[in-house]
């Protein structure tokens, strides 16, 4: 990294990225330039990153190029942009997709973390001016969910980052600013598990294995995993899972034998693999009267869900949640000191 940045003044910094050039093509290790945060925004040295199924899709599919992926992330407070109050360089923090005003009508209100201020952006740009941060060789280059945080730094809104205490390991709660936070908010916030329920998990991802971890701190009495990769099922009991089924090695369809195997369908089922058709059939596997569905994955075609409408006529209810319905800056601490308090989202067992 090179920067020529004075004390109160931050200037460009020269840092290397993986900037994606094209759809599906590989990453490539580039010199970049981060510009200086502007108004309300903070430049953060990205610490951890990890890799999400979303940023897959949306590199395969997406048409925004050339992009910075990447938006799991924790990191360090380099240089905040004018009007900034709430951060100072050196403070720890993660990074979200989704973020918060604080003012807006959904952020007020108890229902909602679809911040419509600073919600998911999908055109590669800043919230506050429709620009990049990020250059090479003088191009711009693009951002993903306004985080971008497969380079060394990058700017966010900073309602877009959500202070942490320094005590806590920023490699283990990087996963709590996507997968494992949207995981165990469908269970939490979305489903509200109760006691004693049966619950059936399409896809054991970090995703699906967070709502595993979820649905047994709830006391879940039955916890199935539907997976087509067998590997998944050592894994999977560590989170909880009790039963495993890959569809590849029955002749039936798998809602059948889920149905079977709860007694007439399941109370919750949670579709997190991003395939719209494993929405239909985690439909058909709840449970009449109140079996309820919560879809978390995100498609990468076929955007459609099909269903016969005798399923809502006969109580099922379908909800689809993003990043577990937490509010990240009102929320994300408390998660974030569960863990510090050793309430571990891990089962013990493993
Ligand atoms: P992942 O790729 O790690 O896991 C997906 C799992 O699904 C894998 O274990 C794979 O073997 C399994 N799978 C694939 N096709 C299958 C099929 N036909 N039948 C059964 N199993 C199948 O993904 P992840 O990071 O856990 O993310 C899961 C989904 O959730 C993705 O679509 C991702 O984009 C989405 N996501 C949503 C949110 C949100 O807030 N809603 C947050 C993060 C990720
Ligand atoms: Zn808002």
Redesign the pocket.
């Known amino acids: 990294m090179s920067s020529s940045s004075s004390i109160d003044q931050p200037n460009v910094i020269t840092c290397k990225a993986m900037v994606a050039w094209e759809a599906g093509k590989d990453l490539v290790m580039e010199e970049v330039e981060v510009s200086p945060p502007q108004p309300l925004e903070i430049r953060v040295k990205v610490i951890c990153t990890s890799?999400?199924?979303?940023d897959?899709?949306a590199w395969e599919s997406q048409a925004i190029f050339p992009r910075i992926f990447g938006h799991?992330a924790s990191g360090i407070v380099e240089s905040v942009g004018e009007g900034v109050t709430e951060f100072v360089k050196g403070d720890h923090v993660l990074t979200v997709?989704?973020g918060e005003c604080k003012t807006c009508k959904h952020c007020e209100s108890k229902k909602s973390n679809m911040c419509q201020v600073l919600g998911l952006e999908r055109r590669g740009v800043m919230h506050s001016d429709q620009g990049t941060r990020f250059s090479v060789k003088g191009k711009p280059v693009y951002h993903y969910c306004a985080v971008s945080s497969f380079s060394e730094y990058t700017v966010v809104h900073s309602g877009c980052a959500v202070k942490v205490s320094p005590q806590a390991p920023l490699e283990k709660i990087c996963l709590l600013s996507?997968?494992v936070?949207?995981?165990l908010?469908?269970a939490w916030n979305v489903a509200d598990i109760s006691e004693g329920s049966i619950v059936v998990i399409?896809?054991?991802?970090?995703?699906?294995?967070?709502v595993a971890q979820g649905a047994k701190l709830r006391g879940a009495s039955q916890i199935i995993g539907?997976?087509?990769?067998p590997e998944?099922y050592e894994k999977a009991k560590c989170f909880g899972v009790t039963d495993f089924l890959?569809?590849n090695e029955y002749n039936e369809p798998?809602q059948q034998v889920i149905k079977r195997i709860s007694g007439g369908g399941t109370d919750y089922s949670f579709?997190?693999?991003?395939?719209t058709?494993?929405v239909t059939t985690a439909l058909q596997s709840c449970c009449d009267g109140w079996g309820l569905t919560v879809?978390?994955?995100?498609?990468?075609t076929n955007p459609e869900i099909a269903s016969h409408y005798s399923a809502f006529l006969s109580g099922k209810t379908l909800k689809?949640?993003?990043?577990?319905g937490w509010k990240p800056k009102s929320d994300l601490p408390s998660l974030v000191n569960k863990y510090m308090n050793r309430v571990r989202f891990s089962i013990t067992s493993c």
């Open positions: 890799l999400c199924r979303t897959i899709t799991e997709f989704t996507c997968g936070a949207a995981g908010g469908a399409f896809g054991l991802g970090t995703v699906g294995l967070a539907v997976d087509i990769n998944k890959n569809p798998i579709e997190c693999i991003g395939n058709g494993m879809t978390l994955g995100v498609p990468k689809g949640s993003l990043f577990g």
